[in-house]
């Protein structure tokens, strides 16, 4: 079984300040792991993944995860927040057979001007 | 290439009607999977399609069928609707074992 906790469902940070989102799974296979972005009335962008290989992930606008096994964690940072960042975040689990994906509840995120 | 797209945006039924979502792939996209996003959470798995036979399955009630076309398309349907269907469901296409694509959903409401 495969499950997706978010720490934090709103974070706050301030333009050109870390952003740092948390995800911890849990996974009785090998996890493919995911990031997906969702601006209001839209359907989700896949911002990076995480399947076999290099840990550290660097996915679109900046983003990047470290995938840590030892902590069952897939963080994703962004050194400098960007006012477009503003958004919800998902973070999904699933096995290498992608026949089904585990979402977290979700992590909106705020950029103070 | 063509995106996932689904219709309609957005679609207001009564409790006990029956709905029909449509989903077009993702040029070269041969499963489709189905995704319900109650306000507020994330999206619950439904089911997916490959070949147009289903691949899995979520925790959902045998009321909400689907089906996969030839050409990859494909609909979710729903019977007996029911206030707690109120939701966005949104539909997702891949290839493989390549990432999936999302659609940007249809809102369903349900009075």
């Known amino acids: 079984a495969q499950s997706v906790t978010q720490l934090g469902s709103h974070v706050s940070v301030s333009e050109g300040a870390l952003v740092l989102l948390r995800c911890n799974y849990s996974?009785?296979?090998?996890?493919?792991l995911f990031w997906y972005v969702q601006y209001p009335n839209q359907g989700l962008q896949l911002l990076l993944k995480?399947?076999?290989?290099?840990?550290l992930v660097k996915g679109i606008n900046g983003f990047e995860a470290e995938f840590k096994k030892s902590e069952t964690s897939f963080h994703l940072t962004k050194p400098s927040a960007h006012m477009s960042d503003a958004a919800e975040y998902f973070c999904?689990?699933?096995?290498?057979?992608?026949?089904?994906?585990?979402f977290g509840t979700g992590t909106s995120l705020t950029v103070i001007p | 290439e063509t995106g996932v797209t689904q219709s309609p945006t957005h679609l207001i039924k009564t409790r006990g009607q029956q709905v029909t979502l449509r989903c077009s792939s993702q040029?070269?996209?041969?499963?489709v999977s189905w995704y319900q996003q109650a306000l507020g959470q994330g999206p619950q798995f439904i089911f997916q399609y490959y070949r147009e036979e289903e691949n899995g399955r979520g925790n959902f009630p045998p009321r909400f069928s689907g089906l996969q076309f030839p050409n990859y398309s494909s609909e979710l349907n729903v019977n007996a609707l029911e206030l707690d269907d109120s939701a966005l469901y949104l539909c997702?296409?891949?290839?493989?074992?390549?990432?999936?694509?999302f659609g940007d959903g249809t809102r369903l409401s349900i009075l």
């Open positions: 995480y399947t076999t290989g290099a840990t």
């Open positions: 040029s070269g996209h041969n499963t």
């Open positions: 996974s009785s296979v090998p996890p493919y």
């Open positions: 999904a689990v699933s096995d290498n057979t992608g026949n089904q994906f585990y």
């Open positions: 997702a296409s891949s290839f493989l074992d390549q990432p999936q694509h």
